[in-house]
């Protein structure tokens, strides 16, 4: 089926631990971005992609690392997880950056015991 | 810092009564989007309203830009309980590769 998809959906690990987020999108979607989603803060960018082996970092890059060796995915790592990344993670794409619309996967709730 | 900011953070209407929501930014922009969030799941897309564009409609939504207060407001007429949702606004930055969003407001439509 068309569409972005995360996986997993729900994720509880330890402090510590490194733990990889997955993200697909079958348009083959130039751009694509992580976000995180806290209460209070709205969606902050962790990190982006404009293609293939390029990424750059967001807002909020700090303790992820990231990864583009093919156009349709893009996965978000962290290395090594706090407490204070628990939050939700939404992976978007679009065909062009802001210039059209984003779609946003169904997002990975993330909590780091 | 996020570059897009919601006002109000909250807001409940009854069905029916109209809501406005708006969004400030600090830098200058190619467009300016618009994205809804049901509960528990992703943004979608609602309207892109281009730096050159005073006014887009689309359906009950209205959406204005004015790029001289750096501000755009989305209107929802004759709101639905359906329309329950959190509204975001977004814009390019960083030379135009960054899609950032604000803070997000809360519509509460009762019945």
């Known amino acids: 089926d068309a569409g972005i998809t995360q996986s997993p959906r729900y994720k509880i690990t330890e402090t510590g631990r490194q733990v990889t987020l997955m993200c697909h999108q079958t348009w083959s979607h130039s751009y694509m971005f992580w976000y995180r989603q806290d209460l209070g803060h709205g969606l902050r960018l962790i990190y982006y992609?404009?293609?293939?082996?390029?990424?750059d970092k967001g807002e909020v890059p700090d303790g992820y690392v990231v990864s583009r060796s093919k156009t349709e995915n893009f996965p978000l790592t962290l290395e090594s997880a706090t407490r204070s990344q628990t939050s939700v993670y939404f992976c978007?794409?679009?065909?062009?950056?802001?210039?059209?619309?984003?779609?946003f996967g169904q997002g990975t709730r993330l909590t780091v015991v | 810092s996020q570059q897009g900011e919601e006002d109000p953070q909250a807001l409940s209407i009854q069905e029916g009564e109209n809501a406005t929501m708006n969004c400030s930014y600090k830098t200058s922009i190619n467009n300016l989007q618009w994205y809804r969030q049901n509960s528990g799941r992703g943004l979608v897309h609602l309207i892109l309203?281009?730096?050159?564009?005073r006014e887009k409609h689309s359906g009950r939504l209205r959406v204005t830009l004015d790029t001289s207060k750096k501000s755009s407001s989305l209107l929802i007429t004759a709101s639905r309980a359906a329309d329950t949702a959190s509204y975001f606004c977004?814009?390019?930055?960083?030379?135009?590769?960054?899609?950032?969003f604000g803070t997000g407001t809360q519509l509460k439509v009762e019945l």
């Open positions: 309203i281009r730096s050159n564009e």
């Open positions: 977004a814009i390019l930055t960083g030379g135009g590769n960054k899609l950032t």
């Open positions: 978007a794409s679009s065909e062009w950056s802001g210039n059209t619309e984003a779609f």
């Open positions: 992609s404009a293609a293939a082996d390029i990424t």
